[in-house]
């Protein structure tokens, strides 16, 4: 029954998103057109939720700042990524939609009102391996006068054959890494970039901060950093081995920080638990950090020696500041999802399940990880 529900509902959904996307027809353009416009004000629409994707898509903003360069260029996005893009120098401005906020009249009639007030001549609509319903609605209501998305009819919707002025290629299955495949539909209309390493910019005060935090963990010794914690639960490592780990560390006079995200709260309870038992002793010390912004624990991660995590959103802004990184892979394909330095070692579980990974194993790699920067290397 919930099934059938829930096709009735999606059935709803694309035949009124249908015919309402025939009121929003926009002007066609070539992709020829599209490269010789010249607008002064472009918008972004971009509110998927999930870190790790907004990180690897951080490539796009460059590709249109690299296109479009003397455009004042705004993005959507969902407010969890704000840290993510909120110092991107490909980004001008950054407005935040709550989509649950935006269920009530009142919030999102003032959303719609700031959107129209930046008064963009031309909307992007981006997608992966989903297509939203949302994203296109809400470049249909900027007043663009041309919009730019990806292809519906593969997901079920016939919205961009009608809503669009040119539509992309779209993608539903990630059969490239996660980078190339957020690129490849701006790419068939001829705009893509050279340039594909992620970005994520903390600002002077969280740099600022994060060398404050450091200086809390008692030691003079290199600062390796830890986070337990994974958006999915099957992407988690045992936390009581991550613990084992830490044991290890401070037995070894190591200053271990451990990092932490607003979903991690069960995780975070065990791996207490876990270092309770464990009892660490030796000359080292650990300290675990309350939740942060993105833009300090990308500043902390800056600072580290090396840096242990799951296939996690972390992973992915560890990738962008280049630091040493040993990340633990299960389900998830990192020939699609890891990210792409040189400091990056994966280890997956043979079953495709982090279990698999014993804690010698880990604790091996991680200690044999080669340390250079990418700013050295």
């Given at each position: 029954?919930?099934?059938?529900?829930?096709?009735?509902?999606?059935?709803?959904?694309?035949?009124?998103?249908?015919?309402?996307?025939?009121?929003?027809?926009?002007?066609?353009?070539?992709?020829?057109?599209?490269?010789?416009?010249?607008?002064?004000?472009?918008?972004?629409?971009?509110?998927?939720?999930?870190?790790?994707?907004?990180?690897?898509?951080?490539?796009?903003?460059?590709?249109?700042?690299?296109?479009?360069?003397?455009?004042?260029?705004?993005?959507?996005?969902?407010?969890?990524?704000?840290?993510?893009?909120?110092?991107?120098?490909?980004?001008?401005?950054?407005?935040?939609?709550?989509?649950?906020?935006?269920?009530?009249?009142?919030?999102?009639?003032?959303?719609?009102?700031?959107?129209?007030?930046?008064?963009?001549?031309?909307?992007?609509?981006?997608?992966?391996?989903?297509?939203?319903?949302?994203?296109?609605?809400?470049?249909?209501?900027?007043?663009?006068?041309?919009?730019?998305?990806?292809?519906?009819?593969?997901?079920?919707?016939?919205?961009?054959?009608?809503?669009?002025?040119?539509?992309?290629?779209?993608?539903?299955?990630?059969?490239?890494?996660?980078?190339?495949?957020?690129?490849?539909?701006?790419?068939?209309?001829?705009?893509?970039?050279?340039?594909?390493?992620?970005?994520?910019?903390?600002?002077?005060?969280?740099?600022?901060?994060?060398?404050e935090i450091a200086t809390t963990i008692?030691?003079?010794?290199?600062?390796?950093?830890?986070?337990?914690?994974?958006?999915?639960?099957?992407?988690?490592?045992?936390?009581?081995?991550?613990?084992?780990?830490?044991?290890?560390?401070?037995?070894?006079?190591?200053?271990?920080?451990?990092?932490?995200?607003?979903?991690?709260?069960?995780?975070?309870?065990?791996?207490?638990?876990?270092?309770?038992?464990?009892?660490?002793?030796?000359?080292g010390a650990w300290r675990e950090l309350?939740?942060?912004?993105?833009?300090?624990?990308?500043?902390?991660?800056?600072?580290?020696?090396?840096?242990?995590?799951?296939?996690?959103?972390?992973?992915?802004?560890?990738?962008?500041?280049?630091?040493?990184?040993?990340?633990?892979?299960?389900?998830?394909?990192?020939?699609?999802?890891?990210?792409?330095?040189?400091?990056?070692?994966?280890?997956?579980?043979?079953?495709?399940?982090p279990g698999s990974l014993d804690v010698?194993?880990?604790?091996?790699?991680?200690?044999?990880?080669?340390?250079?920067?990418?700013?050295?290397?």
């Amino acid at each position: 029954m919930p099934s059938q529900v829930h096709s009735f509902r999606k059935e709803i959904k694309r035949v009124v998103s249908g015919l309402v996307a025939r009121l929003w027809r926009r002007p066609r353009i070539s992709p020829t057109e599209l490269h010789e416009l010249r607008p002064q004000r472009i918008l972004v629409v971009r509110p998927h939720n999930q870190m790790g994707d907004m990180v690897c898509a951080t490539p796009t903003f460059r590709a249109l700042r690299e296109a479009y360069p003397e455009a004042e260029i705004a993005l959507v996005c969902a407010p969890v990524n704000h840290d993510v893009v909120r110092h991107s120098p490909h980004l001008d401005h950054v407005l935040l939609f709550d989509k649950r906020a935006c269920t009530r009249l009142g919030p999102l009639v003032e959303f719609i009102g700031r959107m129209r007030k930046f008064d963009a001549e031309l909307a992007f609509v981006l997608n992966s391996v989903s297509y939203s319903v949302t994203s296109a609605a809400l470049a249909a209501v900027s007043g663009a006068r041309w919009i730019v998305g990806c292809d519906s009819d593969p997901f079920g919707f016939d919205i961009s054959r009608h809503a669009y002025s040119l539509v992309m290629p779209s993608f539903p299955v990630m059969d490239r890494h996660a980078i190339d495949h957020h690129l490849a539909p701006l790419e068939a209309v001829g705009l893509g970039t050279r340039d594909r390493t992620t970005l994520v910019v903390p600002s002077v005060a969280e740099l600022e901060r994060a060398a404050e935090i450091a200086t809390t963990i008692p030691g003079t010794g290199d600062l390796w950093i830890m986070h337990p914690g994974a958006a999915k639960t099957a992407n988690l490592w045992p936390t009581d081995r991550f613990a084992e780990i830490a044991k290890r560390l401070v037995a070894a006079g190591r200053r271990v920080l451990v990092l932490q995200g607003p979903a991690d709260a069960e995780v975070m309870i065990r791996f207490r638990s876990a270092m309770e038992q464990l009892q660490p002793e030796g000359p080292g010390a650990w300290r675990e950090l309350p939740t942060v912004t993105v833009g300090v624990c990308a500043a902390l991660l800056k600072r580290a020696d090396r840096f242990l995590c799951n296939d996690t959103g972390l992973m992915h802004v560890a990738g962008a500041v280049g630091a040493p990184t040993l990340a633990l892979f299960g389900p998830t394909d990192p020939a699609h999802w890891a990210p792409r330095t040189r400091n990056l070692h994966v280890l997956r579980g043979e079953d495709r399940t982090p279990g698999s990974l014993d804690v010698e194993l880990v604790w091996r790699a991680w200690n044999a990880l080669e340390t250079t920067s990418e700013m050295e290397a």
